[in-house]
């Protein structure tokens, strides 16, 4: 198994330029998640998925889209990407709520100029 | 509502010394409770876990944890760290409501110096 996968490990961005963050996982995992990793302030959850064709909000969902057509996929679009998106993203999938642990992608870190 | 804070940012320890990061939670439900390590330029790795029973709970590298349930505590002890314990450490929790939402700490970096 190769796990959580996420492309690309790193990206530049100019403010108002959109693009794609890729998160596949091989575990036939139902949930999926991003986070955002910023100095001193742990994870914050943007959207999560329970399931193909499900997905909501997290704690920071302004700025991001997401979807979810296959179990595997959950790609993540900043639609026009300002400075304040400059952080590293973590993708994550787990088998189900409650008591899964969650298991981690390698990290995607964006800067936006 | 659920939250979790982890009492110290940093922690500097000497090389095979004992070592406690603290981690207090909050939760309007019933919740599990996790600790992950963060390695530079990494993602997170699980260390423990608690579901129930035991409140000791023992995790990869000699790691442990204890569940407090009346302190709503989930501190994580070892009893002799090593140079490659050098990470950041988070404590999580999550439940069955909420849609399974994971609660994060701020991360405390373990820093061993020889």
């Known amino acids: 198994n190769a796990g959580v996968t996420q492309t690309p490990k790193f990206q530049v961005l100019k403010t108002g330029q959109s693009m794609t963050l890729q998160c596949a996982q091989d575990m036939n995992h139902e949930y999926m998640s991003w986070y955002r990793q910023d100095p001193g302030m742990g994870l914050r959850l943007i959207h999560y998925?329970?399931?193909?064709?499900?997905?909501d909000q997290g704690e920071v969902p302004n700025g991001y889209n997401v979807s979810r057509s296959t179990t595997e996929d959950f790609p993540l679009r900043l639609l026009s990407a300002a400075p304040s998106q400059t952080s590293v993203y973590f993708c994550?999938?787990?088998?189900?709520?409650?008591?899964?642990?969650?298991?981690f992608g390698p990290g995607t870190r964006l800067t936006v100029t | 509502a659920q939250s979790v804070t982890q009492l110290d940012s940093q922690v500097p320890v000497f090389e095979e010394a004992p070592v406690e990061l603290r981690c207090n939670y909050s939760?309007?439900?019933?919740?599990?409770l996790f600790w992950y390590v963060q390695y530079p330029n990494q993602g997170l790795q699980l260390l423990l876990k608690y579901l129930s029973g035991s409140t000791l709970v023992k995790g990869i590298n000699g790691f442990e944890a204890e569940f407090n349930k009346s302190q709503t505590s989930f501190h994580l002890r070892k009893p002799s760290v090593h140079i490659s314990d050098t990470a950041e450490y988070f404590c999580a929790v999550r439940g069955n409501t909420n849609a399974g939402k994971s609660t994060f700490g701020d991360g405390t970096t373990l820093t061993v110096k020889p």
């Open positions: 994550a999938s787990s088998l189900r709520q409650g008591h899964y642990e969650q298991y």
């Open positions: 939760s309007s439900v019933s919740v599990y």
């Open positions: 998925s329970v399931g193909a064709g499900i997905t």
